[in-house]
């Protein structure tokens, strides 16, 4: 990962200067230098667009090669289709409860400005990373999951319960979390590569990120201020409050989910992959493990798609298609207008005056006669 982005910004940084000073020979400063920085960087997100429809393509031959019959070459990279079974017992979601085999967890205080013009908190106060030995049933045979997938389409669940509120602060009252708070916040990124290239599918890493207190984070109380929809609705009914004026009240905003929340409430984020869910998996294959797992120092990672093949290779045409025309449309658009902008707006730079290197000692003229 460290590698992937240390390339990025590498790039990003040449093209920035290469069009900055391309752009500076024919504009004006401080105009050139400007325009030039602002092509380098959509240039760079271009190609970006490029290198995801590259990816994208490579997974949708993978996946058209194994309906065929997989190649379990070692070392080989191969995509793996099928149910995700646990090998043993399943995990224990820390907040919701449900079981799954995969799950990844994030933690995050309430705000404190709960105005509609204040940012929302994306800052995790707690982050951790849970697995327990799987493998996916192919008709092909199993094959086993080493080391964290990349989810790419995870959806978070934000566990907003009573239940779980009383669930979250137990968990992290009894967990034992690795500090990664303050300067050392640096080192998640190492923590990543050791998830990812875990090589006996089970993992158990639990990251505090920050020194919030936890009655902070979960303040106290925070069960009884939840207020559900299902539960006001049915205080509501109770209370012989009518149907329609009800409707209405949601129509101008006042029944959400939100707004029966009578104070703030923390972020608790779930991504889970169940047991049985059909899932389309990328990755190098280990003969020796029979298992799909990264090799060290390697910058290809397990990654997870959810889905059968049929859909996963639908979105991965569609993804293909869309990143190859906007790519290349953003970029002869943003190329025809500097092309116009060079040969109808470019002004001549002014010369730098000539230095005369011709050096004269001036000395005054009582001096030469003397």
Known sequence: MLKGCGLSLLLLAVLVAGYMYAFDQVFQRPEGLISGGISGLITFFCIGALTNAWTAWS?????????FGLQLNDGCKIAVAGRIRPEGEPLKAPFSGKPCVICEYDVCKPEVDTSDSADENTASDFAGFLMSPCKIQTSWGDVRLLGFPMV???????CLSSSAISAAREFLQNTEFEDRSGM????????????WSDDDGRVVRHLRLTNTPLDQVIPFGSETDLMTIEEAAAIDAAAGVNQEDDEEDEDEGELTEE????????????????????????????????????RKGSMVVNRLKRGTAAEVAAKLRSSVMTNVIGGLLVLAILHGVIAFAVINLAEPKEPAPPVDND??????INQQLA
Not at 59 to 67: F, N, R, T
């Open 359 to 364: 050096v004269r000692l001036i000395v005054p």
């Open 152 to 158: 790419d389409d995870a959806i978070a669940d934000n």
């Open 59 to 67: 997974d949708w031959s993978l996946i058209s090669k194994a309906e």
């Open 184 to 195: 050392k916040v640096v080192s998640v990124l190492a923590v990543f590569g050791e998830v």
């Open 259 to 294: 707004n029966r929340v009578f104070g703030p409430l923390p972020k608790l984020i779930e991504k889970r992959i169940e047991p049985g869910e059909e899932v389309v998996v990328f990755g190098i294959y280990d003969e020796a493990r029979r298992g799909l797992m990264p």
